[in-house]
């Protein structure tokens, strides 16, 4: 199995940004990992216990992660799925 980070710090559960019609707001996703990045935080915890991950199907759910982790400022923690009973595993990787 691949390298598993350290966990420490703070690593804060992401919300979902949504449009007005419900579709997935990835740009506005994209801008606030940007604003998270500009902080001391550690990483982050996409689809956590934020409630929004039984509202995504399967391609919703990789293009938000596609985005955090291409978002995230190099040395981050990504964690997800944390929040999600039936999406599968745990990931954890770093930038």
């Given at each position: ?25 990835l ?27 039984v509202?995504?199907d ?37 930038k």
């Amino acid at each position: 199995m691949g390298h598993k980070p350290p966990l420490k710090g703070i690593i804060p559960a992401l919300t979902t940004p949504f449009e007005a019609h419900g579709a997935v707001a990835l740009s506005r996703m994209r801008e606030n990992i940007g604003a998270y990045n500009r902080t001391g935080l550690s990483g982050y915890l996409a689809f956590g216990s934020t409630g929004e991950s039984v509202l995504l199907d399967r391609a919703e759910f990789e293009r938000i992660l596609a985005a955090v982790r291409e978002a995230a400022a190099p040395g981050k923690i990504l964690i997800a799925g944390t929040g999600a009973e039936s999406r599968g595993k745990l990931f954890l990787a770093r930038k």
